[in-house]
């Protein structure tokens, strides 16, 4: 049985009409390595059980949530009037009831809103997506001033854990030196075996979100990877589950 305790609701300032979820690895049916609340589809796990996950978050929400087929890339889509299973790695919604998701399991989360309620948007930031300008798509998107966004990070891998190399770091300080601040070297590393780095993919964010004038940033300081009772960890595990982070805007406040 899914609880709510087995979610995480966001903890910011967001207007009474918006509404936000994340879930963890608890609460669902399906076995091992998936255990237990795996929400994607295209996993390994069986279909039913997936299927069954996602009927677990049914009272959770107002309506069935837009999934989407994520591609590493920026293509944003609205949540009321997209196809089902759109190849996008954002939603918004000015709707109400339109539920925009992302699923992860180690790629950055980032759910956004409006000081107004008046619209809400979900964005799939792996450290690709991020680079490509993800959340520069979605806030443009949204169509309202980035000084009235606000925004959340979910659940990603830490800093502590999150290993990649210097072609990674490159693709960041070429857009922003500032991004050098965001790497540090891997202790477990050497030159011979690529310069590898340590990446603060939180740090990543915040920096594309303050950019474009986006102060409000909350959330933050999870770590998929070394949390491994609560999330899923596709860099720890291989074979695993996805997590969703979802919002919309309520009809009450």
Do not use: K
């Not at 709707?95 to 992860?104: I, R, S």
């Not at 409006?114 to 993800?134: C, E, I, K, M, Q």
């Not at 925004?151 to 770091?169: K, N, S, T, Y």
């Not at 964010?205 to 999330?231: K, P, V």
């Amino acid at each position: 049985m899914l609880l709510e305790q087995h979610l995480i609701i966001p903890d910011w300032p967001a207007p009474p009409n918006v509404r936000a979820l994340q879930t963890t690895r608890q609460g669902g049916s399906s076995l091992a390595p998936y255990d237990s609340l795996n929400l994607g589809e295209h996993t390994g796990d069986d279909a039913l059980r997936v299927a069954a996950n996602r009927q677990r978050l049914n009272p959770f929400l107002p309506t069935e949530p837009l999934w989407l087929e994520q591609v590493h890339g920026v293509t944003v889509v609205n949540a009321a009037h997209a196809n089902c299973l759109p190849q996008a790695d954002a939603a918004y919604a000015t709707a109400a009831n339109a539920v925009c998701t992302v699923l992860t399991a180690d790629c950055l989360p980032v759910l956004l809103c409006d000081d107004l309620g008046s619209v809400v948007g979900a964005a799939h930031a792996g450290w690709r997506g991020l680079a490509a300008g993800v959340i520069e798509a979605t806030v443009s998107a949204m169509q309202v001033p980035p000084e009235r966004i606000i925004a959340w990070l979910g659940p990603a891998i830490g800093p502590q854990a999150f290993e990649v190399g210097d072609d990674v770091r490159t693709v960041f300080v070429v857009h922003d030196t500032n991004a050098s601040a965001a790497f540090t070297p891997s202790p477990s590393s050497s030159q011979s075996e690529g310069g590898e780095y340590l990446a603060d993919i939180y740090l990543l964010a915040c920096q594309r979100l303050q950019a474009l004038g986006i102060t409000q940033i909350y959330g933050g300081g999870y770590c998929t990877y070394s949390e491994h009772g609560r999330f899923f960890s596709y860099r720890r595990d291989g074979d695993t589950g996805r997590m969703a982070s979802m919002i919309w805007l309520s009809t009450s406040a």
